[in-house]
């Protein structure tokens, strides 16, 4: 006979309650998944935000709820285009297809982040060459730990793992409509890991900028064909491609699916998106944040067996955050151990110093500034007395399809003026040891212009 | 070879794509720039996938991501088109200080340009799909095929012309020796 589901439901502080079925549980006990509870989502930014102290394991339960949500809402009929492609790539709601990626987009949802390491991001340069967290969420996903989990809930690993991972770590093709489910995940604008992570660690870190309406965006949310692109007007002169080539064919536009949204949330897209800019600018980049990352790093690469992180998933799973802890106080402790330095700088926060930032004035005059002032820092004070750090969004975000009442697609960035404008947010920064600070300020503002017009 | 050097090469190829009628939007630059690397094998240093509608690159959208950052290139809304590449505000010194390697490869930038630059979306993914399927190993008439199951959306009318099309590029950058 068949056994019917419960339901079970967590409180979150973001999105009220979190559910899933007696199946989906059976995922959440995992010791894959209960791994995340020992993982600090935003690494060692509680030395800087008191409040960040939250985990993975939340935020995937987040990530789930949100991406159902997004799911519901752009398969329903109301919302589905009568674009052939995209109607015929859209499971029609109650149908088996439906049901069956429902359940693969929330799996794939919850476990995307399987493959974290200790402190997230903190150290992932400590990973072999060609490996990333990607990569083994891919692994874990697949292998033998999870297959039985898989099987009692009727669905391929493959499947969750190519949608938790998308098309850039996944070796395999994915079809176009497991590519828009694998966007509702991790999608540039509209991925529910973005929208959870930017409410979640501006809720944690205290930080209010992060939040936005994302009840109105998720709403709004559709799948649209790609609108980057449009026919020229009749008669138009603006750009001398070929006119005739457009009119023999009516395919000129793109019509590649993606999600965007309905016209109406456009001011909520651009909430999100300027939420994202300031918790980059505000958290995400923060300069003692940077460092402590720096430290970490540093300890770990002495402190790991050959300097990198295992990639056996069952090694793998056997480190978290606690046990990396425990191994900083033992070396802080220890005067003689190969970590002791950078373990006291994380302890007794006794970390470097920001220096030098990369700057616009300073690269109109030499576009390698950075690296110069680097080098020359270096030189002067010896490599362990100095340390730095590159980092950048990698993608924008900002061009999306928005569907007009009139029933066409436009560009968001020809709608909305705020969106065209929102930078990108990256950082270059150089810092050194408390001991050399004072020094180093004095040297490097007498020294500067001699040094970036070498 | 320096990142600077790579990002040059990749605003010389939005700045050809333009002066060859381009609007040079993200789908331009992206199949152009698979073109470069991987019918002329030019050292743009980004790697392609088969995506939704043809041939992309995470890393190239990357790439433009952070060129955007450091003001080598910005993008234009252009309505009713999509955005434009335009040139940042310190693109001019990238390309005096890092032109080397865009040089070395300016035959092949222009000739992609001349031959894709005036091209729609919808055309550039169905001839950039065409490079991928011959690059797959399939020859002749099964390309017209492959295209189809890997893209149902591009009619067989279309795609045959893409093969053609595709082919006659070939043949020509093969001719001028712009294969590197």
Redesign the interface.
């Known amino acids: 006979m068949k056994r019917a589901l419960t339901v079970s439901e967590l409180r979150d502080p973001i999105h009220g309650f979190v559910r899933f079925d007696s199946d989906e549980v059976k995922v959440i006990n995992s010791p894959e998944f209960q791994r995340l509870r020992s993982v600090h989502q935003l690494a060692l930014t509680y030395n800087v935000y008191p409040g960040a102290t939250h985990k993975r394991f939340e935020h995937c339960l987040g990530v789930m709820e949100t991406a159902s949500r997004i799911y519901d809402v752009v398969t329903n009929d109301r919302n589905v285009l009568s674009d052939p ?1 995209i109607k015929s790539i859209v499971p029609k709601v109650g149908d088996f297809d439906w049901n069956y990626w429902r359940r693969v987009l929330r799996m794939a949802a919850l476990c995307h982040d399987l493959g974290h390491l200790p402190f997230s991001h903190a150290a992932e340069n400590l990973l072999p060459e060609g490996i990333t967290h990607e990569k083994l969420s891919y692994l874990i996903i697949t292998g033998s730990g999870m297959e039985k989990v898989w099987k009692e809930l009727k669905i391929q690993a493959a499947d969750v793992a190519k949608i938790a991972v998308g ?2 770590h996944c070796a395999e ?1 994915l079809s ?1 409509w497991e ?2 489910l694998s966007e509702m995940i991790i999608g540039d604008t509209f991925g529910a890991d973005r929208i959870d992570y930017l409410l979640r660690d501006s809720h944690h870190a205290g930080v209010q900028y992060g939040k936005f309406d994302h009840y109105r965006l998720i709403d709004t949310i559709r799948i649209l064909p ?8 009749q008669g138009s002169d ?5 006119l005739e ?2 009119r023999r ?1 009516k ?8 999600l965007g949204i309905e016209q109406g949330g456009l001011q909520s897209s651009e909430a999100l998106l300027w939420a994202r800019y300031f918790m980059w600018t505000q958290v995400y980049l923060h300069h003692v944040r940077q460092v402590y990352d720096l430290h970490l790093a540093d300890f770990l690469g002495l402190w790991l067996p050959q300097g990198k992180f295992a990639i056996e998933p069952s090694e793998h799973l056997q480190l978290t955050d606690n046990e990396v802890n425990a191994a900083i106080a033992v070396a802080c402790r220890n005067d003689s151990s190969s970590g002791h330095s950078s373990a006291k700088c994380i302890m007794q926060r006794k970390h470097f110093r920001r220096l030098y930032q990369e700057n ?1 004035r300073d ?2 005059k030499n ?2 500034a950075f690296d110069f002032v680097r080098t020359a820092l270096e030189d002067r004070y010896t490599q362990d007395k100095i340390r730095h750090k590159r980092i ?5 975000g900002k ?1 999306f399809p928005v569907l007009m009442s009139s029933g066409d697609c ?2 968001s ?2 709608l909305s003026a705020t969106l ?1 404008r929102i ?4 950082s270059a920064l150089i810092f050194v040891h408390p001991e050399v600070r004072e020094d180093a300020i004095s040297w490097i503002s007498t020294e500067k212009e001699r040094i970036l017009l070498q | 070879m320096e990142i600077l050097d790579r990002y040059c090469l990749a605003l010389e190829l939005a700045v050809s794509l333009k002066e060859n009628g381009s609007w040079a939007g993200e789908t331009h630059v992206q199949k152009a720039g698979y073109f470069l690397v991987e019918l002329l094998n030019v050292p743009l240093g980004v790697k392609f996938i088969l995506y939704k509608h043809g041939p992309f690159s995470f890393e190239l959208r990357e790439m433009l991501t952070q060129m955007e950052a450091l003001g080598f290139i910005g993008w234009k809304p252009m309505p009713p088109y999509g955005p434009s590449i335009e040139m940042g505000e310190l693109g001019s010194a990238l390309r005096a200080g890092f032109g080397d390697l865009a040089e070395k490869y300016r035959d092949q930038i222009s000739f992609i340009s001349r031959h894709l630059g005036h091209r729609n979306v919808a055309y550039l993914e169905r001839i950039a799909t065409a490079l991928y399927v011959s690059k797959e190993g399939c020859r002749d008439s099964a390309r017209v095929g492959r295209i189809k199951e890997l893209k149902p959306h591009v009619d067989v009318f279309l795609a045959e012309q893409a093969v053609k099309e595709f082919d006659k590029i070939s043949q020509l950058a093969n001719s001028l020796n712009l294969i590197a």
Do not use: M, R, W
């Open positions: 492609e098309p850039k093709h176009v590519s828009i790609k609108a980057d692109a449009k026919p020229p007007e603006q750009l001398s491609f070929d080539e457009f064919s395919e000129g536009q793109s019509k590649e699916p993606t616009y690269c109109l576009l390698k950048s969004q990698k993608s924008e061009q436009e560009s960035v020809n065209a930078p990108v947010v990256s």
